[in-house]
């Protein structure tokens, strides 16, 4: 029995984790605000599958949210840490909320890794563990009207396949998971189904799916779907000023839907 750790599991990518690792038997520590969702999902894991459910209640972006998760684990070891809380904000930059942006740098950053410092130590000094980060297929590329988000993702694909490198023959494999569109509440929170830029949507079971497979095979990063494989491959990365350029008039549409509210509230 091994115990998974999955932040942002209130919804979306992140429930469908819960879901497909409790049907593999495995137990679950599940972190979000929304602890009336998360509480109803746990309940329903539990009778369905007999694992152990933990709900913890956490704002990612609080400066110290990894070491309270740490301190409501209360020593618990966590075999799997799945870092996919996140949300995104798109729009011209100086439209953007500035307290969202700051926000959305400490949920989608610097608690990931946060929890990864934490997480990780313990899963060296037991030989085996795995880690897989949420990124984006916006990794890939400059995204004008995405600015802090897409650089966010950047972050994430390349922090992730730093740390695959380090723990070769270690025990511990490093995924980042970089999907394109996925039907879930992220646009609702982006504010427009724009900000899926014409892709085909994936399913977060079939992400999950995908995920869960290359972390087995330890493939360092995953694009889930064909089309969107491509997409993060075939386009051109330089010259760099160009491909900013370009990317500019794919974005357009969303230039005028900058959120001005600053934060984002949680489900319930
Ligand atoms: N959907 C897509 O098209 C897509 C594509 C590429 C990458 N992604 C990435 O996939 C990940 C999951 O997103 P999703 O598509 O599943 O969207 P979602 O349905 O909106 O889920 C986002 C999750 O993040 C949690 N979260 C947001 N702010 C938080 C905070 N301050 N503290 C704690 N938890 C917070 C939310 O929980 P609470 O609101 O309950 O706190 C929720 O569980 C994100 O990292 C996103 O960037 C999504």
């Given at each position: 029995m091994t115990t998974a750790l999955?932040?942002?599991?209130?919804?979306g990518i992140g429930a469908a984790f819960a879901d497909r690792l409790a049907a593999d038997g495995h137990d679950l520590v599940l972190v979000a605000r929304s602890v009336g969702v998360m509480e109803a999902h746990a309940e329903r894991l539990r009778r369905e599958h007999g694992i152990a459910v933990d709900v913890i209640g956490q704002d990612l972006a609080e400066p110290d949210a990894p070491e309270r998760i740490v301190a409501a684990l209360g020593g618990k070891p966590v075999d799997l840490l799945i870092n996919n809380a996140g949300f995104g904000t798109c729009g011209r930059f100086e439209d953007v909320d500035a307290e969202r942006d700051r926000r959305q740098i400490m949920v989608n950053i610097a608690a990931l890794v946060g929890l990864t410092h934490a997480l990780v130590p313990g899963m060296l000094a037991r030989?085996?563990?795995?880690?897989?980060?949420?990124?984006?297929?916006?990794?890939?590329?400059?995204?004008?009207?995405?600015?802090?988000?897409?650089?966010?993702?950047?972050?994430?694909?390349?922090?992730?396949?730093?740390?695959?490198?380090?723990?070769?023959?270690?025990?511990?494999?490093?995924l980042a998971l970089c999907p394109g569109p996925v039907k879930t509440a992220f646009f609702d929170v982006i504010g427009t189904e724009e900000?899926?830029?014409?892709?085909?949507?994936?399913?977060p079971e079939r992400v999950v799916d995908s995920a869960l497979k290359a972390l087995a095979r330890n493939r360092g990063y995953v694009v889930p779907g064909r089309g969107t494989f491509a997409l993060a491959h075939l386009m051109p990365r330089r010259?760099?000023?160009?491909?900013?350029?370009?990317?500019?008039?794919?974005?357009?549409?969303?230039?005028?839907?900058?959120?001005?509210?600053?934060?984002?509230?949680?489900?319930?």
């Amino acid at each position: 029995m091994t115990t998974a750790l999955i932040t942002g599991a209130s919804s979306g990518i992140g429930a469908a984790f819960a879901d497909r690792l409790a049907a593999d038997g495995h137990d679950l520590v599940l972190v979000a605000r929304s602890v009336g969702v998360m509480e109803a999902h746990a309940e329903r894991l539990r009778r369905e599958h007999g694992i152990a459910v933990d709900v913890i209640g956490q704002d990612l972006a609080e400066p110290d949210a990894p070491e309270r998760i740490v301190a409501a684990l209360g020593g618990k070891p966590v075999d799997l840490l799945i870092n996919n809380a996140g949300f995104g904000t798109c729009g011209r930059f100086e439209d953007v909320d500035a307290e969202r942006d700051r926000r959305q740098i400490m949920v989608n950053i610097a608690a990931l890794v946060g929890l990864t410092h934490a997480l990780v130590p313990g899963m060296l000094a037991r030989g085996r563990g795995g880690v897989i980060n949420v990124a984006s297929v916006a990794a890939f590329q400059t995204s004008p009207h995405f600015s802090v988000y897409s650089s966010a993702k950047t972050f994430v694909l390349n922090f992730s396949l730093a740390l695959w490198a380090e723990y070769q023959g270690r025990g511990v494999n490093v995924l980042a998971l970089c999907p394109g569109p996925v039907k879930t509440a992220f646009f609702d929170v982006i504010g427009t189904e724009e900000a899926a830029i014409g892709g085909k949507y994936e399913t977060p079971e079939r992400v999950v799916d995908s995920a869960l497979k290359a972390l087995a095979r330890n493939r360092g990063y995953v694009v889930p779907g064909r089309g969107t494989f491509a997409l993060a491959h075939l386009m051109p990365r330089r010259p760099r000023k160009l491909v900013a350029l370009i990317a500019k008039r794919v974005t357009r549409g969303v230039a005028g839907t900058a959120q001005r509210s600053e934060t984002v509230p949680a489900r319930s």
